[in-house]
């Protein structure tokens, strides 16, 4: 299958500072590329979905000047989490596809973050 | 709105057993795409398997079997001769279009967790 890499795979940062999370297609060119998050024993929540050159689209309730979505290449999306707070802390999770209903979307192995 | 229930929230099984995995979903659309996908302890989702609403046939990979009925809205997982490496957090997810008619998503169920004991 596709594979989809994410970086760093663990942070642990200070309260008050951005954190930036890159999410990579290795081996395709990905149309659209997903985020989500999901806490300790829960199911995964999609944050945003971004598509190449174009705005984000956030799922309600999800800040969008906290959590900006930089998708500037077919092969590369970037999530920030900006001034991040000890409630932020969680499994973050990028996925990316061809585009197009029904298409399988290919998970990135995760992000930890830790917010002190 | 669309929704996927997976009742069990922890499977226990003794290595060798066979083990089925639920799941139910709602939707209003005639065209949607169910998934299944693994997580293992260290937190990437696998890729199971995919199937269109207009293919109801059963698939068979190895020791693992889907049985999709529309009929009754289930997309069953089963796992025979269960091993040790198959515990992990199983989601059944459904994909359909957005209200909007611009995007699309996946809505996962709550997951289940499979512990295969030796």
């Known amino acids: 299958g596709a594979v989809v890499s994410q970086h760093p795979s663990w942070v642990i940062c200070k309260s008050g500072t951005s954190v930036k999370i890159e999410c990579r297609s290795l081996d395709f060119q990905a149309t659209t590329m997903f985020w989500y998050r999901q806490f300790p024993k829960q199911s995964l929540m999609l944050m945003a979905t971004s598509n190449e050159g174009s705005k984000a689209t956030y799922e309600q309730g999800v800040e969008k000047d906290k959590f900006l979505i930089n998708h500037a290449s077919l092969t590369l999306s970037t999530l920030t989490v900006t001034s991040a707070h000890p409630e932020d802390s969680s499994f973050y999770i990028c996925?990316?596809?061809?585009?197009?209903?029904?298409?399988?979307?290919?998970f990135g192995p995760g992000t930890r973050l830790l917010v002190l | 709105a669309q929704k996927v229930t997976q009742a069990q929230t922890e499977i226990s099984v003794v290595e060798k057993e066979d083990v089925t995995l639920d799941c139910v979903y709602e939707t209003r659309d005639t065209t949607y795409y169910l998934f299944w996908y693994k997580q293992p302890p260290s937190g990437e989702l696998v890729f199971l398997i995919r199937?269109?609403?207009?293919?109801?046939q059963n698939e068979i990979s190895g020791r693992y079997s889907w049985n999709f009925q529309k009929s009754t809205s289930s997309f069953n997982f089963t796992i025979t001769a269960s091993q040790v490496v198959d515990s992990a957090v199983y989601f059944c997810?459904?994909?359909?279009?957005?209200?909007?008619?611009?995007?699309?998503?996946?809505?996962f169920g709550k997951g289940t967790l499979l512990t295969v004991n030796p």
């Open positions: 997810a459904l994909s359909e279009v957005n209200s909007g008619g611009s995007n699309y998503k996946l809505t």
């Open positions: 996925s990316a596809d061809f585009g197009g209903l029904g298409e399988t979307q290919y």
């Open positions: 199937r269109n609403s207009f293919d109801e």
